[in-house]
């Protein structure tokens, strides 16, 4: 049995910063690509970033690019969302998602799913 595991701080001030954390827990191959959604109540799961299995690719969406930065740690079998300057639009539960295949901005392309966290920013 494979599961995603998210962890981290969800209530900030704007402007603050959170990192969540989602592990890769049991039997798992080698090559994950990760990403990253969120979602707000009473509407559609949104893509945030996702990263290659070495972390060496990155996408990140226009709303997030160059607030939010995506890292991994393979040896923990685990990958970050590192959130910074956060606004209060950034209100949403966040979930890490994985896939045995390529990496996309599409959420029915990920296999794996984590439980999501609640991330509110407050002004």
């Known amino acids: 049995q494979v599961r995603l595991i998210e962890s981290g701080r969800g209530l900030v001030q704007a402007g603050d910063s959170v990192k969540l954390s989602c592990e890769l827990s049991?039997?798992?191959?080698?090559?994950?690509?990760m990403g990253w959604f969120r979602q707000v109540s009473g509407q559609e799961r949104e893509f945030v970033g996702y990263?290659?299995?070495?972390?060496?690719?990155?996408s990140y969406a226009d709303s997030v690019k160059g607030r939010f930065t995506i890292a991994r740690d393979n040896a923990k079998n685990t990958v970050y969302l590192e959130m910074n300057s956060l606004k209060p639009e950034d209100t949403a539960v966040y979930y890490c998602?994985?896939?045995?295949?390529?990496?996309?901005?599409?959420?029915?392309?990920?296999?794996?799913w984590g439980q999501g966290t609640q991330v509110t920013v407050y002004s």
């Open positions: 990263t290659s299995w070495l972390g060496r690719s990155t």
């Open positions: 049991g039997r798992t191959g080698s090559s994950y690509a």
């Open positions: 998602a994985a896939t045995a295949g390529m990496m996309s901005t599409n959420a029915r392309r990920y296999e794996l």
